[in-house]
């Protein structure tokens, strides 16, 4: 089974890194979070212009009907970039909401936000919730819509990741609408999703180190021909290798209906959020003290990668489901693999 990206698939790779290059650079996202800003008004705006949100939606739905693979795809040059646009979230709300009103206004422009609570808790923390226009919020087996253009919204709160605004939002908000949806499918999508979004930021935070090291010179050698940084590198690419492959065949199950797609989902979070913080602590090792000051970029993925790790699931809740979906297989002395 052949993986690789198609012609197709690369070209919509080359084309958003060449809009996020001109509109995501280093300096331009620092300008945004300097501001203090929730988003990029102008970045979100050119991502709608080119129809971003439809890549995965139905040609009927006036989406471009391509699929899942290609969703993570720009979902992963995104990451690398650190984008501050609520790109991610409102892709996966306009999956939820197919079929209602809000679908034709998200994608037209408007904001949503998600969310996955596994417990029965009061509230969520939802990223992007405080400039949404509506939030989809899944909790144990129901999926809840909040129109938050009615009343209050959700206050912004502090946050280790710059990048992305967050707020809390209360499960009994009035307006709130609890709708039919297949709530595996949501939780897969977004963990998936958030994944993809991970893999970016490792694989910049990967080629950042490498030329650190290449150029970082040390009792008069580059620190790269050091051992040691030799094997932390290594490492990281291990990493970011493992969350390329699960990543992405898990956006193909979801692209292909796979019934082992939730099983894959889940696979691919568990890894990817463990594995980003282990990259980036190696990065942050390699950099040395310069990788702790405002001035590198490498904190920017360093905070973006916390909250990645508890966004639609931590890896500890994942791996507590995978348990569950194979625990019958197990029993049954059938196969895992």
């Keep these: 089974m052949d993986f690789e990206l198609s012609d197709d698939q690369e070209a919509l790779r080359d084309a958003a890194a060449a809009l996020l290059d001109d509109h995501a650079s280093p300096a331009r996202v620092r300008a945004v979070v300097n501001d203090g800003a929730t988003h990029d008004e102008r970045l979100w705006a050119a991502m709608v212009d080119q129809g971003w949100l439809g890549v995965a939606e139905p040609e009927s739905l006036g989406g471009l009907g391509l699929g899942f693979v290609e969703l993570a795809v720009l979902l992963e040059q995104i990451g690398g970039r650190a984008a501050p646009a609520p790109f991610l979230s409102t892709a996966l709300a306009l999956a939820a909401l197919r079929g209602t009103p809000w679908h034709d206004r998200l994608i037209d422009g408007a904001i949503g936000a998600v969310a996955?609570?596994?417990?029965?808790a009061d509230r969520a923390l939802v990223p992007y919730a405080p400039v949404a226009d509506v939030a989809v919020v899944v909790t144990g087996d129901r999926v809840v819509v909040h129109d938050l253009t009615?009343?209050?919204?959700?206050?912004?709160?502090?946050?280790m990741d710059v990048t992305r605004c967050v707020g809390w939002l209360?499960?009994?908000r009035p307006g709130a609408v609890v709708i039919e949806a297949d709530v595996a499918t949501l939780v897969d999508r977004g963990a998936v999703a958030v994944a993809a979004e991970a893999l970016g930021g490792?694989?910049?935070?990967?080629?950042?180190?490498v030329e650190h090291a290449k150029s970082r010179v040390q009792f008069g050698q580059p620190i790269g021909s050091f051992q040691a940084v030799k094997h932390r590198c290594a490492d990281m690419l291990v990493d970011v290798e493992g969350m390329r492959s699960t990543t992405y065949h898990a956006a193909w199950a979801l692209a292909?209906?796979?019934?082992?797609?939730?099983?894959?989902a889940s696979t691919a979070k568990s890894w990817s959020g463990d594995a980003a913080r282990r990259v980036m602590a190696s990065g942050l090792q390699v950099h040395g003290g310069?990788?702790?000051?405002?001035?590198h970029d490498l904190h920017l993925y360093m905070k973006r990668a916390q909250l990645d790790h508890q966004s639609f699931g931590t890896p500890t809740t994942h791996r507590q489901r995978l348990a569950t979906l194979l625990r019958p297989r197990i029993e049954a002395a059938e196969s895992i693999v």
Excluded at 202 to 209: G, S
Excluded at 256 to 264: N, R
Excluded at 290 to 295: A, C, L, M, P, S
């Design 116 to 120: 996955w609570s596994p417990g029965a």
């Design 150 to 159: 009615v009343g209050d919204r959700p206050a912004r709160e502090p946050a």
């Design 170 to 172: 209360a499960a009994d």
């Design 202 to 209: 490792a694989a910049k935070v990967l080629d950042l180190t």
């Design 256 to 264: 292909a209906d796979d019934p082992e797609a939730s099983v894959a």
């Design 290 to 295: 310069i990788g702790f000051t405002w001035e």
